[in-house]
């Protein structure tokens, strides 16, 4: 809580003390991550409400005039390899029956727990994820592989 304050201050007083940007009013949706440990000008945001959330943060920066020369921010989408392979390409739903595409499923009542928040999770046109193991779903802990979602089509 106290690095979260003190980056939301930062960042406000980056913004001209205009406060911070909205994304951030409400602590229960995102968090920061001292990047490396030793070094707390170096942090990562994680945002429950996925990639559309950070890119708003970023862009209500930019409309409050911006961090130039204060700071450098990049989202997960710029950190790409080129060329690669959207994790789509490799599924095979169409080769797995009802059931085990059932067996694959995480439950919702596991995914409403307080700790699936922390949980990586990845969509077919992602292009990078942790590992997918023989475990997946059975173990799940913010060091295990990323769980795929699957949109309604």
Known sequence: RELRAAFRAKLASLLGGSGAPSQ???????????L?????DTVILTF???RTAGAALLEEIARAGGTEGSAT???TEDCGVPGARRLGGFLEQDALSEEELAELQVPREVLEKPFAHGLSYVEPNDTQSFCFTGHYGKVLHKSSGSLLHLPPS
């Open 73 to 75: 921010w990049s989202s």
């Open 48 to 50: 429950d409400g996925g």
């Open 24 to 34: 951030l009013d409400d602590l229960a949706t995102w968090k920061v991550l001292p």
């Open 36 to 40: 490396p440990r030793a070094a707390h």
